[in-house]
């Protein structure tokens, strides 16, 4: 699963090959895993702590329009970290 950027120990990852829907990215953080909808930056599942996942949809939600490009096109590329 490509990287897309990391930051705060949490790793985003897209996954192109055979993706369901909705578009998606996923999140690692450690032993924790979670997706999260581009369209709202929802965890769709997984066990990320609350301040885990409040940091990812920080990140992602002025980043929707160049995920879901990368979801639409299947083109990866690198995004700036939260800072």
């Known amino acids: ?23 998606h990215i996923h999140a690692i953080y450690g032993e924790h895993n979670a997706l999260f909808s581009i369209k709202d930056m929802q965890m769709i599942e997984g066990d990320l702590p609350a301040r885990a996942v409040k940091l990812v949809q920080e990140w992602g939600r002025p980043f929707a329009k160049d995920l879901q490009q990368m979801w639409d096109t299947k083109e990866l590329k690198k995004l700036p970290p939260l800072k």
Do not use: L
Request: glycine share 4%.
């Open 1 to 23: 699963m490509p990287e897309i950027t990391r930051f705060y120990g949490i790793v985003i990852k897209i996954f192109f090959r055979n993706e369901h829907n909705p578009p």
